[in-house]
């Protein structure tokens, strides 16, 4: 166990720094794009500016014609520096939240490992293999990897075993059971008002959005949270909409 430990703390360290590296060239993209734009729009406004002289000019003015010609094709090769950028900020953005979901997962193996080498340490020092905590432990992190619990949190937790081992498994067995059948209820509860401000507003395919998010493709924290957004960002209408039918 001390063994499988340190290799994923190992493994963490790396991806930790692979994703500060992703972040990193994904930040240069993004500033590349903002370069690029800024100078497609100064560009396109002196393009303007001598299409408007052009038009006064007679057509024996070679010049002025080269140059809105010159100045076009630099905006087109922008333009195609700038798709270039966006394609390959997307595929660093996609690597980064590839690399950061990894990172989440083994996150979540080090504490569960952490979780359980404090169990057997505590109980090894009590002189007897205690099933029961192992077995209450092993079922704490299932409910929290459910959750999304933050690592922080469980890793406060991990202490408090080596304190009190079978009462602090028990109480955290009972805890977590009840964090669980709370999120659970509110979830249900911001779907169903979601669904009603959706049927108002007369917005069908969002009420099939909402019908169809499946839980088991976010952490109930992350669920809750979608929701809360869906809400905020729906409810201006909604009240306006109201207000105009109360009038």
Same mark, same amino acid.
């Given at each position: 166990? *001390?063994?499988?430990?340190?290799?994923?703390?190992?493994?963490?360290?790396?991806?930790?720094?692979?994703?500060?590296?992703?972040?990193?060239?994904?930040?240069?993209?993004?500033?590349?794009?903002?370069?690029?734009?800024?100078? $497609?729009?100064?560009?396109?406004?002196?393009?303007?500016?001598?299409?408007?002289?052009?038009?006064?000019?007679?057509?024996?003015?070679?010049?002025?014609?080269?140059? $809105?010609?010159?100045?076009?094709?630099?905006?087109?090769?922008?333009?195609?520096?700038?798709?270039?950028?966006?394609?390959?900020?997307?595929?660093?953005?996609?690597?980064?939240?590839?690399?950061?979901?990894?990172?989440?997962?083994?996150?979540?193996?080090?504490?569960?490992?952490?979780?359980?080498?404090?169990?057997?340490?505590?109980?090894?020092?009590?002189?007897?293999?205690?099933?029961?905590?192992? $077995?209450?432990?092993?079922?704490?992190?299932?409910?929290?990897?459910?959750?999304?619990?933050?690592?922080?949190?469980?890793?406060?937790?991990?202490?408090?075993?080596?304190?009190?081992?079978?009462?602090?498994?028990?109480?955290?067995?009972?805890?977590?059971?009840?964090?669980?059948?709370?999120?659970?209820?509110?979830?249900?509860?911001?779907?169903?008002?979601?669904?009603?401000?959706?049927?108002?507003?007369?917005?069908?395919?969002?009420?099939? $959005?909402?019908?169809?998010?499946?839980?088991?493709?976010?952490? *109930?924290?992350?669920?809750?949270?979608?929701?809360?957004?869906?809400?905020?960002?729906?409810?201006?209408?909604?009240?306006?909409?109201?207000?105009?039918?109360?009038?």
């Amino acid at each position: 166990m *001390l063994y499988f430990t340190t290799k994923i703390e190992y493994k963490r360290k790396c991806l930790e720094q692979s994703v500060e590296r992703k972040d990193s060239a994904l930040l240069s993209f993004e500033n590349e794009v903002e370069i690029l734009n800024k100078k $497609i729009g100064v560009l396109s406004k002196k393009m303007e500016q001598m299409q408007r002289v052009s038009a006064a000019a007679s057509e024996t003015d070679i010049n002025i014609f080269d140059t $809105i010609e010159n100045q076009e094709n630099v905006i087109n090769q922008l333009k195609v520096q700038l798709k270039l950028t966006n394609e390959k900020k997307i595929e660093a953005d996609i690597l980064t939240n590839e690399f950061k979901n990894e990172l989440a997962k083994t996150y979540s193996a080090l504490a569960s490992s952490k979780e359980k080498l404090t169990v057997m340490k505590v109980a090894t020092l009590n002189s007897k293999i205690d099933y029961n905590s192992e $077995i209450l432990i092993q079922q704490v992190q299932e409910i929290w990897d459910i959750i999304g619990v933050l690592i922080d949190v469980r890793e406060k937790s991990r202490k408090e075993i080596e304190t009190c081992l079978e009462d602090t498994c028990s109480r955290m067995h009972n805890d977590a059971t009840d964090l669980k059948v709370q999120i659970q209820s509110e979830i249900e509860s911001h779907e169903q008002s979601l669904k009603k401000i959706y049927q108002v507003l007369g917005i069908n395919d969002k009420c099939e $959005i909402a019908q169809n998010i499946q839980s088991h493709e976010y952490k *109930l924290f992350q669920h809750l949270d979608i929701l809360k957004e869906n809400l905020d960002s729906v409810m201006p209408r909604y009240n306006t909409a109201m207000d105009r039918k109360i009038k």
